[in-house]
């Protein structure tokens, strides 16, 4: 079984510039969560998705973030304008309804 | 307001010996709990969970204990290898519209000394 797929590994911007992240979760898993994992903390949901609905964005700074999941597949984030602080692994997880979530290998983003 | 505690950032374990990693919760509502272990340059990947229901739960030389009371639960690792060294993560989980929501706490850096 494939695990979940996300692109690009590494992505470096200055800040006020865009960025977008994409996220393949694994095949039949309904829930698709966006983590924000800055260095020396653990991760801090940012969205979390139920097939193509929005369950919670509470944490998603909305001035700048946004994320969207298309026919209940794959999802992107994007950030725009992006700012110093935004410098983070963005992590894609997904889970089959249950507790259980499985996690991509992350993407590493540095803001110059 | 920080609901999942870890509050050792690091631990260093001579191999062959007991790892015990700590992690405290301040909300009951939490119905399950998880450990996730992160490599380098990978996503976590879960290890063991335990109900909220139960005390402890074991898979091979992995234990987690549930204190509800302390509202503390405890990773032990025995014996220790070398391929244990990576971040650990405690995580909680409670109910979130129907989904699983996952609150995670810092991270503690395992590293076991040959």
């Known amino acids: 079984e494939a695990g979940v797929a996300q692109s690009p590994r590494y992505k470096i911007i200055e800040k006020r510039q865009s960025v977008a992240f994409w996220c393949n979760p694994i095949?039949?898993?309904?829930?698709l969560y966006w983590y924000q994992q800055i260095l020396g903390q653990g991760p801090k949901l940012l969205i979390q998705f139920q097939n193509n609905g929005v369950v919670d964005d509470s944490q998603l700074p909305k001035d700048r973030f946004s994320a969207e999941r298309l026919k209940g597949v794959d999802s992107t984030l994007k950030i725009q304008p992006a700012k110093l602080e935004d410098s983070a692994v963005y992590l894609c997880a997904s889970s089959p309804m249950g507790v259980e979530q499985f996690f991509g290998p992350g993407t590493r983003l540095t803001v110059l | 307001d920080q609901q999942v505690k870890q509050n050792s950032p690091s631990l260093s374990v001579q191999e062959g010996r007991i790892s015990i990693l700590n992690c405290d919760y301040t909300n009951s509502m939490f119905d399950y709990f998880l450990w996730y272990k992160k490599y380098p340059a990978e996503g976590p990947t879960f290890l063991i969970s335990?109900?909220?229901?139960?005390d402890k739960n074991e898979d091979g030389r992995f234990t987690v204990f549930l204190n509800k009371s302390a509202k503390h639960l405890s990773l032990h690792i025995v014996p220790s290898q070398p391929g244990d060294s990576a971040v650990y993560f405690c995580a909680a989980s409670g109910k979130n519209q129907g989904a699983q929501k996952l609150v995670f706490g810092q991270g503690t850096r395992l590293t076991i000394n040959p």
């Open positions: 095949s039949g898993h309904a829930t």
């Open positions: 335990i109900s909220s229901i139960k």
